[in-house]
């Protein structure tokens, strides 16, 4: 069912990019295709799929190629179609590595035909659907593994569209027989795009080892290099001897290598043209790739900063349910006791049980909920800090003063200070005996600070291991923003922590 669901999305995503007004993706089965997806299509049709011995599906399958209606209401060799609302379509069969056709794409629209170029990327995205149809389990596809998409599975979806669309624009500036595709270089199952087929695709199996030593050429260089007739590689085939070999590249970075096979040299301003397609097309895949990054690490960021919600909360409270359920145990072992011993005992763990339980649906209302939905940063650092004490024993006064205006401190950084904030309040109360707490959020010298202090009893020197594993996480999300975060004490000066991070991460 997730199979299917992912089939469908890739087919409304086809529509929306070529303006379709509906469309189907079919597999066959015997002597029928069955509907895998469909936008717009009756219901009556969805069950009963078509026929492979007649209409359009069976033309794709004869003709082992795409068929395209232009709203003259007949099919390639003028046999009779007429089509009413959508007069035109194209349909596309759906390959397997080695070229059977198991299934195919249809698009349908009302108000023009496709054109040249849409006909290729539309062939591209039916070697996309084919793959997805056999890596999803939706249907079975023989020796898709030698298909011609493999290797675009290994990246993202965003990736792998710009590189279709880098192929697709490459072949309507050259109309290239054959254009290959390596990311990186050197790719045992590079992108192998040929208009006309699987005719040409032998051309690159039979040459590719000679032509690595140019590709590898280029890509050292970081410019194009041509391979005119007097340098072909020996036994390349002649209508295809000669090649022209483009990087990738954004800045200095090579991230991958184009191989367009020829029939006649290209013009001057193609190349240039060429030249400023792969070098904006290496800026996209640069900028996705490092946004891509930039999500794993606050994925990693937020991992950790829940990790430390929880043992601010949490874990220390269960802790000491263990604790008392443990002195229960002994004390009912001995027995030697006393009914109030059990009943002071007993109303301890259900006080922490009770705390769990509020801390759970802080836990949980902090995941729902980001600093941009909340009211303002000093307004949540405080509710944060009463919630913290309202669960404790002891009072204890507190004060927050902000020194910066509150827009400049990036989203980030916010959620990092409630976290140092809440685990220096924490120790605090376990250890400090303090009466009071100040918090201070101020810049200087181009770097935001947290300053915490409490008026507690302090200690003689600062050891990490005082303050467990919550000062190891801290200290990691606190490296994350490439900041620093100190703690220093006293015996009878309490403590303070502060922490330091550069403004937008400069």
Same mark, same amino acid.
């Not at 007949?74 to 046999?79: D, R």
């Not at 827009?407 to 950084?413: F, H, K, Q, S, T």
């Given at each position: 069912?997730?199979?299917?669901?992912?089939?469908?999305? &890739?087919?409304?995503?086809?529509?929306?990019?070529?303006?379709?007004?509906?469309?189907?993706?079919?597999?066959?089965?015997?002597?029928?295709?069955?509907?895998?997806?469909?936008?717009?299509?009756?219901?009556?049709?969805?069950?009963?799929?078509? %026929?492979?011995?007649?209409?359009?599906?069976?033309?794709?399958?004869?003709?082992?190629?795409?068929?395209?209606?232009?709203?003259?209401?007949?099919?390639?060799?003028?046999?009779?179609?007429?089509?009413?609302?959508?007069?035109?379509?194209?349909?596309?069969?759906?390959?397997?590595? %080695?070229?059977?056709?198991?299934?195919?794409? %249809?698009?349908?629209?009302?108000?023009?035909?496709?054109? @040249?170029?849409?006909?290729?990327?539309?062939?591209?995205?039916?070697?996309?659907?084919?793959?997805?149809?056999?890596?999803?389990?939706?249907?079975?596809?023989?020796?898709?593994?030698?298909?011609?998409?493999?290797?675009?599975?290994?990246?993202?979806?965003?990736?792998?569209?710009?590189?279709?669309?880098?192929?697709?624009?490459?072949?309507?500036?050259?109309?290239?027989?054959?254009?290959?595709?390596? &990311?990186?270089?050197? @790719?045992?199952?590079?992108? &192998?795009?040929?208009?006309?087929?699987?005719?040409?695709?032998?051309?690159?199996?039979?040459?590719?080892?000679?032509?690595?030593?140019? &590709?590898?050429?280029?890509?050292?260089?970081?410019?194009?290099?041509?391979?005119?007739?007097?340098?072909?590689?020996?036994?390349?085939?002649? @209508?295809?001897?000669?090649?022209?070999?483009?990087?990738?590249?954004?800045?200095?970075?090579?991230?991958?290598?184009?191989?367009?096979?020829?029939?006649?040299?290209?013009?001057?301003?193609?190349?240039?043209?060429?030249?400023?397609?792969?070098?904006?097309?290496?800026?996209?895949?640069?900028?996705?790739?490092?946004?891509?990054?930039?999500?794993?690490?606050?994925?990693?960021?937020?991992?950790?900063?829940?990790?430390?919600?929880?043992?601010?909360?949490?874990?220390?409270?269960?802790?000491?349910?263990?604790?008392?359920?443990?002195?229960?145990?002994?004390?009912? @072992?001995?027995?030697?006791?006393?009914?109030?011993?059990?009943?002071?005992?007993?109303?301890?763990?259900?006080?922490?049980?009770?705390?769990?339980?509020?801390?759970?649906?802080?836990?949980?209302?902090?995941?729902?909920?980001?600093?941009?939905?909340?009211?303002?940063?000093?307004?949540?650092?405080?509710?944060?800090?009463?919630?913290?004490?309202?669960?404790?024993?002891?009072?204890?006064?507190?004060?927050?003063?902000?020194?910066?205006?509150?827009?400049?401190?990036?989203?980030?950084?916010?959620?990092?200070?409630?976290?140092?904030?809440?685990?220096?309040?924490?120790?605090?109360?376990?250890?400090?005996?303090?009466?009071?707490?100040?918090?201070?959020?101020?810049?200087?010298?181009?770097?935001?600070?947290?300053?915490?202090?409490?008026?507690?009893?302090?200690?003689?020197?600062?050891?990490?291991?005082?303050?467990?594993?919550?000062?190891?996480?801290?200290?990691?999300?606190?490296?994350?923003?490439?900041?620093?975060?100190?703690?220093? %004490?006293?015996?009878?000066?309490?403590?303070?922590?502060?922490?330091?991070?550069?403004?937008?991460?400069?």
């Amino acid at each position: 069912m997730e199979g299917e669901h992912e089939i469908l999305e &890739v087919l409304q995503e086809a529509l929306r990019g070529f303006h379709a007004s509906s469309g189907t993706i079919a597999v066959l089965c015997g002597e029928r295709f069955q509907v895998v997806a469909s936008v717009g299509l009756w219901p009556g049709r969805i069950r009963k799929g078509f %026929s492979a011995k007649r209409g359009v599906a069976a033309a794709v399958l004869r003709e082992k190629c795409a068929v395209q209606i232009d709203g003259k209401g007949t099919l390639p060799g003028h046999a009779p179609f007429p089509r009413g609302r959508e007069p035109y379509a194209l349909c596309l069969p759906l390959l397997t590595g %080695s070229g059977e056709i198991f299934g195919f794409l %249809s698009l349908n629209r009302k108000d023009r035909a496709f054109n @040249s170029e849409e006909v290729v990327s539309a062939q591209l995205l039916a070697w996309e659907v084919a793959f997805r149809l056999g890596e999803s389990g939706v249907a079975s596809v023989p020796e898709l593994e030698r298909g011609l998409l493999v290797f675009l599975g290994g990246l993202s979806e965003d990736v792998a569209s710009i590189l279709r669309r880098t192929v697709v624009a490459a072949f309507a500036a050259t109309r290239a027989p054959l254009l290959v595709l390596l &990311v990186p270089p050197f @790719s045992e199952v590079p992108l &192998v795009f040929s208009p006309w087929g699987d005719a040409l695709l032998a051309s690159w199996e039979e040459n590719q080892s000679a032509l690595f030593p140019a &590709v590898r050429e280029a890509w050292q260089r970081k410019h194009p290099l041509f391979m005119e007739p007097g340098e072909e590689p020996q036994g390349l085939r002649h @209508s295809l001897r000669l090649a022209a070999i483009y990087p990738v590249v954004s800045g200095q970075r090579v991230l991958g290598v184009m191989v367009l096979f020829l029939e006649k040299p290209l013009a001057e301003k193609v190349k240039a043209a060429l030249a400023l397609l792969f070098g904006l097309s290496g800026v996209l895949v640069e900028n996705r790739l490092l946004s891509e990054a930039a999500e794993t690490a606050a994925c990693r960021q937020e991992r950790l900063r829940i990790a430390q919600e929880i043992h601010n909360t949490l874990t220390q409270d269960l802790a000491g349910v263990e604790l008392y359920l443990e002195v229960l145990r002994r004390k009912l @072992s001995s027995g030697k006791m006393e009914r109030r011993n059990v009943t002071a005992i007993l109303e301890r763990v259900g006080a922490a049980v009770h705390r769990c339980l509020l801390q759970s649906r802080d836990v949980l209302r902090t995941l729902w909920e980001s600093v941009e939905e909340r009211k303002g940063f000093v307004e949540t650092l405080v509710q944060a800090l009463e919630r913290r004490l309202a669960l404790g024993t002891q009072r204890i006064h507190h004060r927050v003063t902000m020194r910066i205006p509150e827009y400049l401190v990036p989203p980030g950084i916010r959620e990092l200070f409630l976290q140092v904030t809440a685990e220096a309040l924490n120790n605090a109360l376990k250890y400090a005996q303090a009466r009071n707490v100040v918090v201070k959020i101020g810049l200087s010298q181009g770097r935001v600070y947290l300053l915490f202090h409490d008026d507690g009893q302090g200690m003689e020197e600062t050891r990490e291991s005082k303050y467990g594993h919550g000062l190891d996480l801290l200290r990691e999300q606190v490296l994350l923003q490439k900041g620093v975060l100190r703690v220093r %004490s006293g015996r009878g000066r309490g403590t303070t922590v502060k922490v330091m991070v550069p403004l937008y991460g400069r």
